[in-house]
């Protein structure tokens, strides 16, 4: 594992440094301006802040200016996102465009799809949602029953996704469908479509967590024109097209900081002279982060394509899909010692909408434990990806 | 890449080609009476590995922090029973107090922070005092030892003949032993002021560095061990690999041992940059002993009765983790010492100090 690191000299160089100064500032100012009160668990969905990211010029900051991008390093990207988790940034409305759906339009995506959503995605004015998950396709991602049908000019969906994150908010849904119901193999016949959310045939409605929160939906598909135009990559490629980036997006921050602020809060409770436990717990919260951050890091420097690679795409050359999910799987755990070790050494019980920061997010994060190691991949799925590349194949 | 890692990828492969060649089930066991392979040490002596990351000019190998770091995990996963971190430590508390470094075998002292008082006597020095498990003591020829003298620290070169000392051993036969020093006399030129940096503090500090280091290389054998095993042994008709259970648990090894080797040479960079270096190495230290607990239960629980007996290798790696995640504090010291550290810095500090790398 991690072959490829060096890990003894991996530090963030002076932009990077700078940068990070630069969203601790403007976090301040900007949470200050907006009245924000974060929230933890579900991140927010704030179209002006997310406009206001975009006006920095940190949204889709690696790819390409000549499509709304900065072409900086993943290292930077790197730095722009942990600063937005540790204080629970909203970020939603930018989330998915600028991890997901920008990198795979601009592999996969056609010259005029580029140019239509990428700078919009990047001026903080568009927003994706995913449309991976279905009733009866969780974990088992390949066997998507969403169903594709050519016709003139274009294609007719008809199917139902879940849990797409704030499809009641954003503008369209990227949508793993099947295209060739034939295909002998079920990972063949599978492609990407771009959907609007507005467009006639779709239906959104909630699905509402334990807590009432909304940012679940179920997306109802009934007959749904997609012209030619928004077909992603190939048609039949889907498969490949969801699978190829999924080291860089296992491996970020948000695997292992979601419940971060809890942990400021906790430090703020126990004050400058905790007791013995106390102290220890604390010492093996920070202990743990910072290896975690180590490893994530990691993987941000070594998949940079670098000053000659195609902007905007991770170095295709090197495979750390097994080291991601190692990220994922011991960063999502980590996100639950936090609040375990804060539920443990709090002399308050935990209250939803507690005045006070700690007692709050400690509400809120006890209800959101469960989803952490669920999202993205469950534990169990991924632990079966490591142990496949750690044993071989075995007859 | 740049000449750098060039060098090191150069010393890794040379590094690891030697202890494979001569690390092997004999001399392992033969170290369990003897305390150490003194036939391992003569080759890694002439191969210059213990005196890596010591400027030439003081007598070293040349070279930096980080490429000892590389060596210590290598050593770490062969378990090479001889005094390499050791010697690199007391290497350094010798060197950089300008004193010139005996060759053979050294150790540093003391370990648990005892106080050695340290007399003038003319031009010498008269040391005395007791310490406590210090490493490999035994075998060595010299001990660079840290002791208090009038006017400060200083580092004296004692010859270990002239220390009265009871043979100890940790859980994998290693020799730790309790070293009385009654009024031993010192040279003038093998005693020197304590140079900036070097008190007891920063000794420890090198050795939880090294000891995470030598964790992490234990661990990658004993899941590279436990992997092999799961592909080889049979049971219900299948190769035991084929086991979501089974590969569930090594999935999480893997994890471990990820991690461990992740802290332990980001924490030597640290340490090498000057940067951040007590969070570095108190998380790497915490980090690789958590890691050695669960990693080596998990390799035994793969390997069921064989890994627990003292013909299979496993052994060898999993008892030197549970003895090296005591050794220059555990887990729990660290993490009070960081936990307090932090809680002094304040709330506000946290994620600042977790990222000033």
Redesign the interface.
């Known amino acids: 594992?991690?072959d490829q690191?060096?890990?003894?000299?991996?530090?963030?160089p002076a932009a990077a440094r700078q940068l990070?100064k630069e969203v601790r500032e403007f976090l301040r100012t900007e949470f200050a301006a907006l009245n924000f009160k974060p929230r933890l668990g579900h991140t927010e969905f704030h179209p002006e802040f997310t406009r206001r990211v975009a006006a920095r010029g940190w949204i889709g900051m690696t790819w390409p200016k000549r499509y709304g991008g900065q072409e900086r390093s993943y290292l930077e990207r790197f730095v722009v996102t942990?600063e937005m988790l540790?204080v629970a940034a909203p970020c939603a409305a930018h989330w998915f465009g600028d991890r997901q759906t920008g990198p795979s339009l601009l592999r996969y995506g056609t010259e005029q799809q580029k140019q239509r959503f990428l700078p919009a995605i990047a001026r903080g004015e568009y927003s994706f949602a995913l449309g991976m998950s279905e009733p009866n396709s969780g974990s088992d991602l390949a066997s998507v029953k969403t169903r594709a049908e050519r016709v003139p000019n274009g294609w007719r969906v008809t199917g139902q996704k879940v849990w797409t994150s704030w499809a009641h908010k954003a503008h369209a849904f990227f949508v793993l469908c099947r295209t060739s119901p034939d295909a002998g193999n079920r990972h063949d016949g599978l492609s990407q479509l771009i959907i609007e959310l507005n467009a006639p045939g779709v239906t959104v409605r909630p699905i509402r967590f334990m807590n009432g929160h909304h940012g679940f939906n179920e997306v109802f598909l009934d007959n749904v024109f997609v012209p030619d135009d928004m077909v992603v990559g190939e048609i039949g490629q889907g498969w490949k097209q969801v699978t190829s980036e999924l080291a860089l997006e296992r491996s970020g921050p948000e695997r292992y900081m979601t419940t971060?602020p809890l942990?400021?809060?906790l430090?703020?409770r126990?004050?400058?002279?905790?007791d013995?436990r106390?102290?220890?717990?604390?010492?093996?919260l920070?202990?743990?982060?910072?290896?975690?951050?180590?490893?994530s890091l990691?993987i941000a420097i070594t998949l940079d394509p670098g000053p000659d690679g195609e902007k905007g795409t991770p170095k295709a050359t090197v495979d750390l899909a097994t080291?991601a999910a190692?990220v994922k799987?011991?960063g999502t755990f980590y996100e639950r010692e936090i609040i375990d070790a804060a539920r443990l050494l709090a002399t308050t019980e935990p209250t939803p909408d507690a005045d006070d920061t700690f007692e709050r997010h400690l509400a809120e994060t006890i209800v959101c434990a469960p989803v952490a190691t669920i999202r993205g991949g469950t534990t169990?799925v991924?632990?079966?990806?490591?142990?496949?590349k750690?044993?071989?194949p075995?007859? | 890449m740049n000449d750098?890692?060039d060098v090191?990828a150069m010393l890794v492969e040379s590094a690891t080609r030697l202890f494979a060649d001569q690390v092997n089930a004999k001399m392992l066991d033969a170290a369990k009476q003897d305390g150490w392979s003194a036939a391992l040490w003569k080759i890694v002596e002439e191969a210059q590995l213990p005196l890596v990351s010591i400027a030439e000019e003081a007598g070293g190998a040349g070279g930096s922090l980080?490429d000892l770091?590389?060596v210590v995990r290598i050593a770490g996963r062969y378990a090479a029973p001889i005094p390499l971190a050791e010697t690199a430590i007391a290497g350094w508390m010798l060197a950089s107090s300008g004193l010139k470094i005996p060759i053979g075998p050294l150790t540093l002292a003391p370990v648990h922070g005892e106080k050695i008082t340290a007399r003038k006597n003319g031009a010498r020095w008269n040391l005395s005092g007791e310490m406590k498990r210090v490493p490999w003591a035994r075998i060595t020829g010299h001990i660079a030892v840290l002791a208090a003298g009038p006017d400060g620290d200083i580092v004296a070169c004692v010859e270990s003949s002239q220390c009265k000392i009871t043979a100890g051993q940790n859980l994998a036969f290693e020799p730790r032993d309790d070293v009385v020093l009654d009024n031993v006399a010192v040279a003038a030129g093998l005693a020197a002021p304590a140079a900036d940096g070097v008190n007891h503090a920063t000794l420890r500090e090198r050795g939880a560095l090294m000891r995470s280091l030598a964790m992490a290389g234990a661990l990658e054998r004993a899941?590279e061990l436990a992997?092999r095993y799961?592909?080889e042994r049979s049971q219900f008709g299948r190769?035991i690999?084929?086991f979501?259970a089974?590969?569930?648990e090594?999935?999480?090894c893997?994890?471990e041992?990820?991690?461990a080797?992740?802290?332990a040479?980001?924490a030597?960079?640290a340490m090498?940059?000057g940067?951040n270096t007590t969070?570095?190495v108190?998380?790497?230290k915490?980090?690789t002993a958590?890691a050695a607990h669960e990693g080596a239960l998990i390799a035994h629980q793969v390997h069921g009765a064989i890994g627990v007996t003292d013909e299979y290798a496993l052994h060898h790696s999993t008892l030197r983790l549970w003895a090296w995640r005591e050794e220059f504090g555990n887990?729990?010291a660290?993490?009070?010492?960081?936990?307090?550290a932090?809680?002094?810095a304040?709330?506000d500090r946290?994620?600042p100090?977790?990222?000033s790398?």
């Open positions: 594992m991690f690191v060096d890990f003894s000299a991996l530090e963030l990070q942990e540790a971060f942990f400021t809060a430090m703020r126990l004050g400058a002279t905790p013995a106390a102290a220890e717990a604390a010492g093996k920070a202990a743990r982060m910072w290896s975690l951050r180590r490893m990691a080291e190692l799987d011991m169990q991924l632990r079966n990806l490591i142990a496949r750690l044993l071989g075995l007859k | 750098v890692s090191r980080s770091a590389a899941l992997v799961a592909t190769k690999g084929q979501q089974i590969q569930q090594l999935a999480r893997a994890g041992v990820a991690a080797v992740a802290a040479l980001s030597a960079g090498e940059r940067q969070l570095a108190a998380a790497a915490i980090r958590q887990e729990a660290w993490a009070m010492e960081l936990g307090r932090m809680c002094a304040g709330a946290l994620w100090a977790l990222t790398d």
